[in-house]
């Protein structure tokens, strides 16, 4: 069989899943998605696109923003990005309070949990908040290999409106001094970033760059160097799905960062970069049927990294 005719297949057997999650409500605009829509696109070395099951559907980045920004303070800002966060996963779930004893290293733990992300977006540099989200989405388009993409309005307000808990972390961030600039602006344009809008293809472009160690495949362009590649692949198997990673890292076998609007972006090195949606969510915030394909698509095409 086909890798089309393997996906087509893996898709209808994980629909079976899609009952046991649920769409994300606490942000109202993402409550909207359609719970059954479950789809993938995967693009090789070869160059060569393979998609099944709803490939046309847009939706919201949300977590899986926070590789590519970290990326973004990487180029800006080198290693020194590591002062501010750290690079150890936790157990917790992800927009979890920072606990006191965080502090033991003085930072929060890494840039996957909301915490962490919040700080390496108050490092991105610009004289004014548009600047820092032009470079963000420039980014974006650069590694997708499109210049469509956009910021979801809706989703952005509905973000504005109930992201209290990230504004808590946010602002006992700033009170000590892990934040630096502006605490209003790393907030917005944490918000902005988590709005950008995609497709399953464009994760799946963006997986190919990092699959190839940053280079675009296609033009031979370097695109990112391939230490901060790997650093931040690295910590996409350590801590990119959550409180799930451990599990996802030995099940899977390969770097892969999930979002609550059940997107899922994965990098088989060398190999296939992956992009799923599938809105339903397990208990952790990933997808549920997400996380089941991509399970399979390992086994059958031999992608765990440690095998
Ligand atoms: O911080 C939030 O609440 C969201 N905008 C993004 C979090 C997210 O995607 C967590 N994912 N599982």
Redesign the pocket.
């Known amino acids: 069989m086909g890798l089309n005719g393997l996906i087509e297949e893996i898709i209808s057997e994980s629909k079976i899943y899609i009952d046991e999650g649920k769409v994300a409500t ?2 109202p605009e993402l409550g909207k998605m359609d719970k059954n829509i479950l789809g993938i696109s995967i693009t090789d070395f070869q160059g060569n696109i393979y998609n099944a099951g709803s490939t046309n559907i847009k939706f919201t980045l ?2 899986i923003s926070k590789p590519i920004v970290l990326l973004l303070a990487l180029l800006e800002n080198g290693e020194e990005v590591f002062n501010k966060v750290g690079m150890e996963p936790t157990g917790d779930p ?2 979890s309070m920072i606990r006191l004893e965080t502090f033991d290293t003085g930072k929060p733990l890494n840039p996957m949990i ?1 915490a962490g992300a919040i700080t390496v977006a108050s490092m991105i540099k610009g004289t004014n908040l548009m600047e820092k989200v032009h470079k963000v989405l420039s980014l974006v388009r650069l590694l997708s290999n499109n210049d469509n993409i956009r910021i979801n309005d809706k989703v952005f307000q509905s ?1 504005l409106r109930t ?1 209290n808990r ?1 504004r808590a972390i946010a602002y006992f961030l700033k009170d000590n001094g892990i934040i630096e600039g502006n605490v209003d602006d790393a907030l917005a344009l ?2 902005k970033q ?1 709005s950008i809008e995609v497709t399953t293809q464009d994760l799946a472009n963006i997986a190919m760059v990092l699959a190839n160690d940053g280079v675009d495949f296609k033009t031979n362009r370097r695109l990112i160097p391939s230490h901060y590649a790997n650093l931040v692949k690295s910590l996409m198997l350590t801590c990119g799905l ?1 409180d799930h990673s451990g599990e996802f890292a030995s099940t899977v076998g390969f770097p892969a960062k ?4 059940g997107g899922i972006l994965g990098v088989a090195p060398r190999k296939l970069g992956i992009g799923v949606i599938g809105p339903a969510l397990d208990t952790k ?2 997808s549920i049927a997400g996380i089941k394909i991509l399970e399979k698509l390992s086994d059958v095409l031999d992608l765990n990294i440690f095998k």
């Open positions: 606490y942000i949300q977590s992800f927009n909301n973000e992201g990230n944490y918000f988590c959550y999930s979002g609550v609007s915030g990933n």
